[in-house]
């Protein structure tokens, strides 16, 4: 299946729901709240999330929805196709204005991503991808091919760690390994960069939920890039239980277990 219809409503979605919270973010009132998990929702997020859902539900009405700001329902478990959603992807990025936020849209086929959008509104930048078509980047009107990079040792290689997340782990990590340069960045962002070719490993070492990086994941797969969990498995999506405990490793997919291996010590 090309999934032509899919990937043109997704990319109308996500760059909605980004042009929405766009007058927000430039605000002096981000409406910001604490969720029941101590975590941070703007009324970006919920903004952006009605947008996104009332698009796809209307074009999608027999696809299942699991979204980060929608309560979840079992009944997705029985869907074949689910559209697995992250309104805000970075909404502490967000709320310190330094522009590292996403929208994440990506729809899974039994527990499989077959189709990924990511759109940084700030920089402009639409990232998207459909199974075995290629993954690619569209910026001030041009349409650009993602590849990852050719770099295969790790003192040649670049890391890409996340602004918000640290750990003693993966400083040990980086000590270890001795790579060449370690950038940080917010959300998806971190993957986009390993999926044109700008870095070449993304560890994440915490747990995270699948609507933080099924898109993230096809689309890296689409550009070359290989990403699993620590066990070196690939990830599934739509499972009762939407934590990946362990996090995950995304590589140019030159030395991925070698880089495994590294981290499980």
């Not at 040792?153 to 340069?181: C, Q, T, W, Y």
Request: net charge negative; hydrophobic share 40%; glycine share 6%.
């Amino acid at each position: 299946m090309e999934y032509v219809k899919e990937l043109e409503i997704a990319i109308k979605v996500a760059v909605l729901a980004g042009k929405k919270i766009l007058p927000i973010y430039d605000s002096n009132d981000m409406g910001t709240m604490e969720k029941e998990d101590k975590s941070p929702i703007t009324k970006a997020d919920l903004v952006a999330n009605e947008t996104i859902i009332a698009g796809l539900s209307d074009k999608f009405p027999e696809y299942a929805i699991l979204s980060e700001e929608v309560k979840d329902s079992i009944a997705r478990l029985d869907s074949e196709y689910v559209w697995i959603i992250d309104p805000l992807d970075g909404t502490k990025e967000f709320i310190k204005k330094n522009g590292e936020f996403t929208v994440n849209v990506a729809l899974a086929r039994l527990g499989e991503p077959v189709l990924g959008v990511i759109f940084a509104p700030v920089l402009n930048e639409l990232y998207y991808a459909t199974e075995n078509k290629g993954a690619f980047l569209q910026k001030d009107g041009e349409i650009f091919s993602l590849s990852v990079s050719r770099r295969d040792r790790p003192e040649d290689m670049i890391l890409v760690k996340s602004r918000s997340h640290a750990s003693g782990r993966l400083l040990d990590i980086i000590e270890r390994a001795n790579f060449k340069e370690i950038k940080t960045s917010g959300s998806s962002i971190k993957g986009c960069l390993v999926s044109r070719g700008e870095a070449d490993i993304y560890p994440c070492l915490h747990p995270i939920s699948e609507w933080d990086i099924c898109a993230m994941d096809l689309i890296a797969r689409e550009s070359g890039a290989i990403m699993t969990g620590m066990d070196g498995v690939p990830l599934k999506y739509n499972k009762a239980d939407i934590l990946f405990k362990d996090g995950f490793l995304l590589t140019n997919n030159h030395i991925h277990q070698e880089i495994l291996d590294i981290i499980n010590i």
